[in-house]
């Protein structure tokens, strides 16, 4: 076991560092990164069926002690359980497809090589958080993770939107990393340890440090500072509000790179991280209603802005904002499995959309607009069909795998807000009416781009084709899941107890009792009598309307909107207001210091000390004369007074 | 006195490279010039035969040869490693240079070869006339090393002030071991360690009896007292000797016999501490130390930088086992006392050291301030006066060595005929240049000025570690903050080489034994700070400290 977990951390860094480093081919370089990451596939679906279906024992052992510390200890290892082993096949196989779909995208790129040297990296990165067993390892691997995020979105780097679109993510992230550290640093203090087993056992058994004072005299609950701290670190990482400004200007990256980091996998790790942390979070009912009205304002407003974009992989980029928004309601009402579930079904439909819209780019050239798209039916089939699959899977038709995530995340928040959880209502109708909005924007992309009119120039035109296999491939190959993965998994995930050895839920929090499961098929029946259904059924409607039917009307409404149009339009001010208030008051902040304490103080005070000593070495130099006898001299004085001072 | 006792097989890697000296000595006498590269050649072979023979004689406990003439033991093992494998780098990266300035002569190497046994006999002396004759024959082989080129001014100026000074130096220490011998009559270190701590506790002795005599006005009484108090001590000859002058005299008698006694007993602690005086002096001359340091600076200056290099390196470490083998094997009852000499060196050599090289203009100047500040902090832990600390100072030299071996290895490699490249502003734009030769210049730099994760570093971590467990709080933080200073020179070089430009756009050349060598110098400098436990479990090992 330990080797094959090593073989699938170490192939894809190896497979990087002979892209990255090495002076090889571009043939080579992804043949290597390509055969790295599908054997790291192949392998993780061992692992997953071992772990899953021939009863392996849940593998947690620590390979390497790098630094100890007094009693704390920095340790490499891997936990390897049913969450673990889910997550391991995700990423692996949405990596190995993003990979393949890389010769087709990047094909005229100049940076060819740094690409795979890039997401092979972040495939080493991803499972080294997912697999680990304790904090630090978690740590290093979301670090990790942020770090190629950055670096791809600022791939393009001679661009100034990617240049300012990376640095906008590194420094969110940064707000995001410094709770996150908190919340560890807490742990630590908490628990006295670092390894996932110790400190899930302890909190289990109630053995920890119960409140914290961070102003003296108040007590705090020491769980939920913690908690609350670590899921700032999952609102960084996962785009929640307010720290979500970061997730639409990635999508200045390539494709490929929305699709794998900022649609199925990185963003995902916030989710993962707090299903992770279950045993921590169900000992606080604050931190998980917090969690719940985060992802809840996530989940509706961020949609309502898919409304208004125009370039089509921000309309997904929203559409993928929401969706996280989603998972971590789900999260908030204690239905980890559900966020689990719906964040696998996502990263299939979502991962399909992204390199789908990506199919339409390359088609037309480099073009981003919808307003210069419409009617690509005939010319692109394949892209399509799937595009087609991908976009009813997102907005829950019944039968897709969308469907059954999200009705079970609606389902358990309607049983939180039966149980009078704090917030529950709002996420109750935010998430409800978040379907409406999600099946509005989804089809209006989907019919401005692929249905009406020709709105392309001739030129355009005249080049329009179906793209490559390497690229329609992947997008085959992620449609089938995105289709069926929903109808399968669902009963052992949500209601089988699969991720009882890795997920805890107190008992009263279960919103879902294995007694009221009668199959996917009742699941589905079940499900045309609720409302989402219908909601998501509305949307597909109005958008026909808006945008086949009468096509000049959506202009109109938008001009007689007025002040809401433009609220949208600006993203609610949110960048404004950072522009504004963080990174202007910042750069205020920094000028004074400059002018003040650096001119005025350190320049003072500071090369006063340095021309001081240089002062100091340029008599003390002169000592040193040459003359042989001084030098004699100066040795006997020595002599003399030590005698002087030790002897006597 | 047999064969068999003298353990000539421990001294096999001395042996060879003494005959190897003579050998080579005869044949490159007869070699026509174009063949001279055999010379380097065998002098290569024989230092490395000398590194296996040194590691195949590894004892498990501490051997004494030569009829105890000299000790083999675990840090003489390390340490005389370490200097025939950095005399094998001196001798990779001198030979073009030597070539290039017309005195690529056989007698470098046959001298450097001296110097090394010089080096190995002073590592493994178990006795002080062993200590002596191994200082001067490293000794007389750099003096002749350093004005071999007999043409040149500084070189033979910079010659004549170390010749001087050094005869000076050896003067005083050999004054310091003949007090030793006059109170102790013993040269051999296991005895005059004994010697010592016999003296120390008579020392101890002496001043309780005169409290108990001043005590009482009584004689009888006085004497009764004493007697109950020496008769309870086993490990001083002086009380043994009182309690039988009480037993065999009357009391009054007692006195007027024990009381002269006493004064003359007292004395010999006080001679002792003399002699220590002295042979700090000798050591401290040896390694740098202010106010013994004045030569350093003006032979590193004058000195052709190949010369440097052999006189910079490999000797500290002879240096720092010659501290070692004396004031701990000899003397270590003694270290109250030398603790405070060694302070009081070490402190003005970091302050004088770091200060001192600021202004300096030329770049082997400078390294020779930084030298005498870094035997500052090689003091430090000397200082501790336990194992851990003499560990620590045993892996701070060994560092010491590597990083100057690379530096001085650059300033050799930017040089070419004509043109020294000694000066600070040499470096300039060195990134332009050659971005890798800068890199390694960048590693070294900041390993010298104890920048993590360069081994430089942990070096400084370990000697401050050990001198604060040992209670010098107060010595520490002076420590590091001349280290602040310190760094400011360190750093300037890297400035120079990544932000001005250059003002001479000469390609680098140099072959490539010399290439690779550097490199590896640097990247070994930066591998030991990534993953110093190695080095350090070596040190630790050889005084008997498992990790």
């Known amino acids: ?648 | 006195m047999t064969i068999a006792n003298l353990n000539i097989a421990w001294l096999l890697p001395e042996i060879l490279i003494l005959t190897m000296a003579c050998v080579i000595l005869v044949i490159d006498a007869y070699l026509p010039k174009q063949l001279r590269n055999l010379t380097y050649h065998l002098t290569q072979g024989t230092l490395l035969g000398a590194a296996l023979l040194i590691i195949a004689a590894n004892p498990m406990q501490p051997i004494l040869a030569m009829n105890d003439m000299v000790i083999i033991d675990a840090m003489s093992v390390v340490l005389k490693l370490f200097i025939v494998l950095i005399v094998f780098f001196t001798f990779i990266y001198s030979r073009e240079y030597l070539q290039d300035r017309k005195i690529f002569k056989g007698e470098y190497f046959v001298l450097g070869l001296f110097a090394t046994l010089g080096m190995l006999i002073m590592v493994s002396a178990h006795n002080l006339l062993m200590v002596f004759l191994g200082l001067e024959l490293l000794s007389l082989s750099l003096y002749a090393m350093i004005a071999m080129n007999r043409d040149s001014k500084v070189a033979t100026e910079a010659a004549m002030k170390y010749f001087v000074l050094g005869a000076l130096a050896s003067g005083m220490l050999l004054y310091g071991m003949s007090m030793l011998y006059g109170i102790t009559a013993t040269l051999d270190l296991t005895k005059l360690s004994q010697s010592v701590s016999e003296i120390s506790n008579d020392r101890i002795v002496i001043s309780s009896v005169n409290q108990l005599i001043s005590e009482t006005e009584e004689v009888e009484l006085a004497i009764k007292n004493v007697e109950k108090h020496v008769t309870t001590i086993t490990n001083s000859p002086i009380a043994t000797k009182i309690a039988e002058i009480i037993e065999a005299n009357i009391e009054t008698d007692a006195m007027v016999i024990i009381k002269p006694m006493l004064a003359s007993s007292s004395q010999n602690y006080t001679i002792l501490v003399f002699g220590l005086v002295f042979i700090v002096i000798g050591v401290a001359f040896k390694l740098g130390a202010v106010p013994f340091h004045s030569w350093i600076p003006d032979v590193y200056h004058g000195s052709p930088t190949s010369m440097t290099l052999f006189v910079a390196s490999a000797p500290k470490i002879a240096a720092f086992a010659m501290v070692i083998r004396m004031l701990v094997d000899g003397m270590q009852t003694l270290h109250t006392d030398w603790q405070g000499m060694l302070i009081l060196l070490s402190i003005l050599s970091i302050i004088v050291g770091n200060i001192i090289a600021i202004a300096q203009q030329n770049i082997k100047r400078m390294l020779a301030y930084s030298t005498i500040a870094h035997v500052g902090y090689l003091l430090l832990g000397i200082i501790a006066a336990n194992a851990d600390g003499y560990a620590a100072s045993m892996f701070y030299v060994v560092v010491y060595t590597i990083m100057t071996l690379g530096a001085f290895g650059m300033i050799i490699l930017l040089s070419r005929t004509g043109f020294e490249a000694d000066k600070i502003e040499d470096f300039k734009g060195l990134n332009e240049r050659n971005p890798w030769y800068a890199m390694i210049m960048l590693i070294i730099m900041l390993s010298m000025a104890g920048v993590p994760p360069m081994v430089g570093f942990w070096a400084k971590w370990a000697v401050l570690a050990q001198v604060i467990n040992a209670g010098f709080v107060w010595l520490a933080v002076l420590a590091v903050l001349f280290a602040v200073i310190g760094a400011f020179y360190y750093l300037r070089i890297v400035k120079l080489m990544y932000f001005d430009k250059p003002t001479s756009l000469v390609p680098i050349e140099a072959g490539v034994d010399m290439r690779f060598a550097l490199s590896a110098n640097a990247l070994i400098v930066l591998l030991l700070g990534l993953m110093p436990n190695t080095l350090m479990a070596i040190c630790l090992g050889a005084w008997g400290i498992s990790v």
């Open chain 1, 1 to 648: 076991m330990q080797d094959t977990l090593l073989t699938i951390v170490l192939a894809p860094l190896i497979g990087a560092i002979i892209a990255g480093l090495l002076p090889v081919s571009r043939r080579i370089a992804h043949s290597v990164t390509i055969g790295a990451v599908g054997l790291a596939f192949f392998l993780s679906a061992y692992v997953f069926y071992q772990i899953i279906f021939a009863g392996h024992a849940i593998y947690n052992e620590t390979l390497y002690t790098w630094l100890v510390a007094g009693n704390v200890r920095l340790e490499v290892g891997f936990m390897i359980d049913s969450l673990t082993a889910v997550m391991m096949l995700v990423v692996t196989f949405v990596s190995w497809m993003v990979h393949i779909y890389t010769i087709g995208y990047m094909h005229d790129d100049p940076g060819y090589n740094r690409f795979f040297s890039y997401i092979s990296l972040f495939t080493f990165s991803m499972l080294m958080l997912v697999m680990s067993n304790n904090f630090v390892q978690l740590f290093f691997g979301w670090e990790a993770v942020g770090l190629v995020s950055y670096l791809l979105i600022g791939f393009w780097y001679t661009r100034d939107t990617a240049i300012y679109a990376n640095l906008k993510a590194f420094l969110v992230n940064r707000v995001g990393d410094f709770g996150f550290a908190l919340g560890i640093a807490a742990v630590l203090m908490a628990f006295n340890s670092l390894n996932y087993g110790e400190v899930f056992g302890l909190a289990q058994a109630g053995e920890y440090k119960q409140t914290i004072s961070i102003f003296a005299g108040h007590e705090w609950s020491m769980i939920t500072v913690m908690c609350i701290l670590l899921f700032v670190g999952a609102m960084g990482k996962s785009a929640q509000f307010p720290l979500h400004v970061w997730l639409p200007d990635s999508m200045e990256g390539p494709t490929p790179i929305s699709a794998l980091i900022h649609a199925a996998t990185m963003v995902t790790a916030g989710i993962f991280m707090v299903a992770r942390m279950s045993p921590l979070f169900e000992l606080s009912t604050t931190a998980l209603s917090f969690v719940m009205v985060v992802g809840a304002i996530t989940a509706f407003f961020m949609g309502l802005l898919g409304l208004v974009q125009h370039d089509i992989k921000r309309v997904v980029a929203y559409s993928t904002l929401s969706q996280l928004g989603y998972m971590t309601v789900a999260l908030g009402a204690s239905a980890y499995t559900a966020g689990i579930f719906h964040l696998m079904t996502h990263a299939f439909f979502k991962a399909l959309l992204f390199l789908g819209a990506g199919s339409v780019i390359i088609a037309m050239h480099h073009e981003q607009d919808m307003r210069k798209m419409g009617g690509l039916k005939k010319y692109m089939p394949i892209t399509y069909w799937t595009m087609l699959i991908g976009s009813l899977a997102l907005i829950g038709v019944p039968g897709m795998s969308g469907f059954f995530s999200k009705d079970a995340i609606i389902e358990a928040v309607h049983h939180a807000y039966d149980a009078d959880r704090a917030g529950a209502w709002f996420a109750y109708y935010s998430v409800l009416f978040g379907v409406f909005i999600t099946a509005l924007y989804t089809f209006r992309m989907f019919f401005l781009t692929f249905h009406g009119k020709e709105r392309m120039d001739e030129h355009t035109k005249e080049h329009l084709h179906e793209t490559p296999w390497v690229v329609t491939g992947p997008l085959i190959a992620l449609a089938i899941p995105s289709i069926f993965i929903g109808m399968f998994t669902i009963g052992p995930m949500l209601f089988g107890g699969y991720f009882s050895d890795s997920i805890f839920v107190a008992a009263a929090h279960n919103p879902f009792d294995p007694e009221h499961y009668h199959g996917f098929i009742s699941f589905m029946l079940h499900g045309l009598i609720q409302p989402p259904v219908w909601l998501a059924a509305a949307g597909v409607g109005v958008a026909y309307f808006l945008y086949m039917k009468r096509p000049e009307l959506p202009e109109i409404i938008a001009k007689r909107s007025g002040i809401v149009y433009k609220i949208l339009v600006e993203k609610y001010y949110f960048d404004r207001f950072n522009d504004w208030f963080f990174a202007g008051g910042t750069r205020k902040v920094g000028t004074f210091m400059w002018q003040f304490g650096d001119v005025r103080f350190i320049d003072g005070f500071i090369n006063g000390m340095a021309d001081l000593i240089d002062w100091f070495a340029g008599v003390f130099r002169k000592v040193q004369t040459g003359f042989l006898y001084h030098y004699a001299f100066a040795m006997l004085i020595g002599l003399a007074v030590m005698l002087g001072a030790f002897v006597y």
